[in-house]
């Protein structure tokens, strides 16, 4: 299956970007802001939560920025005006992360502030490796006046645990979404065997726990989730201190039966123009997902 997967990764330029898109349906919730909103309605009336992400990264001018800062301050207004249950994810490289630091803590502000406003929450998304030290840094320097911001950590580095460890000595009030990771890492810095990461997944949950950390446990892997529901309930962590996060159109049965469960879930909905590269670029970087696109052919789209 690997094999095929890497073949279907390099065939996917050749197939007709309508036909991606009929099988993106399922990860993503559209090209406009109202098809998002759409999508929010639709998760909230199911008992589900959202956090919104307009799809973009890595600019490369400071001007580029403001495309995705305006579409966020009109979804954190719709989230506002509809009285929905959502917020956003923002990633840091689309607010200019690697080309000015100061700039992108600025572009950040503006949304945190607005968020502030409005009662709601930012989360600042995390990409591969190489921008992990200044994503960290820029979480702690906002975390200094701004409460209503969290930060995404990843299970595959090695580093992770230590950077729990670091954070809560800087940040008081830690607010962490804790996943696997999907960036393809040099080995020297990412753990790569299956079973380590998901240990180390549940390593990191009760160390961010025991820092008194709110954590978004973040996961389709049913064992990780059950590990979740186990630490939990081990630590005496109370049902309001954490919550489980999925990508929208992955394992929609497991996600009802966590809400059924009675515990809090989010589920990561993307939108925006940028639908095609996303979609074919998080298969570049994991060929594993292509065996799932591979399937979806063969089976209506499932939200």
């Excluded at 956090?51 to 001007?63: K, P, R």
């Excluded at 670091?166 to 790569?192: M, T």
């Excluded at 949950?205 to 973040?218: M, R, T």
């Amino acid at each position: 299956m690997n094999l095929l997967n890497k073949l279907i990764v390099t065939g996917i330029p050749l197939v007709p970007k309508p036909i991606v898109g009929y099988f993106s349906l399922r990860y993503i919730a559209g090209s406009t802001l109202e098809k998002a909103m759409q999508e929010v309605r639709r998760l909230n009336g199911m008992g589900m939560c959202a956090t919104i992400d307009v799809l973009g990264e890595s600019i490369s001018y400071l001007e580029e920025a403001e495309g995705p800062i305006s579409m966020y301050l009109k979804v954190l207004e719709a989230i506002q005006r509809e009285k929905l249950e959502a917020n956003i994810s923002v990633k840091p490289t689309q607010l200019g992360l690697m080309l000015n630091y100061d700039a992108c803590v600025e572009n950040y502000i503006r949304l945190v502030e607005s968020a502030k406003m409005k009662n709601n929450f930012v989360r600042i998304d995390m990409e591969d490796h190489t921008t992990t030290n200044r994503t960290l840094q820029l979480y702690a320097d906002l975390r200094k006046k701004y409460k209503n911001v969290g930060v995404v950590l990843q299970a595959y580095l090695r580093r992770t645990v230590k950077d729990i460890e670091d954070l809560s000595k800087k940040v008081d009030g830690l607010n962490f979404r804790i996943c696997k990771g999907i960036y393809v890492e040099p080995h020297s810095i990412a753990w790569k065997d299956y079973d380590i990461v998901r240990k180390n997944y549940e390593y990191l949950l009760e160390a961010a726990f025991k820092n008194g950390a709110y954590v978004g446990i973040a996961t389709h892997d049913e064992m990780l989730v059950w590990a979740g529901m186990t630490v939990t309930d081990r630590l005496g962590v109370p049902k309001d201190r954490f919550e489980f996060q999925m990508l929208l159109g992955v394992k929609p049965d497991l996600r009802k039966i966590i809400v059924d469960m009675g515990y809090k879930l989010r589920v990561y909905t993307p939108f925006g123009e940028q639908w095609y590269p996303y979609s074919t670029r998080r298969l570049r970087e994991n060929p594993q997902m292509a065996g799932h696109i591979f399937k979806s052919i063969f089976t209506p789209p499932v939200r």
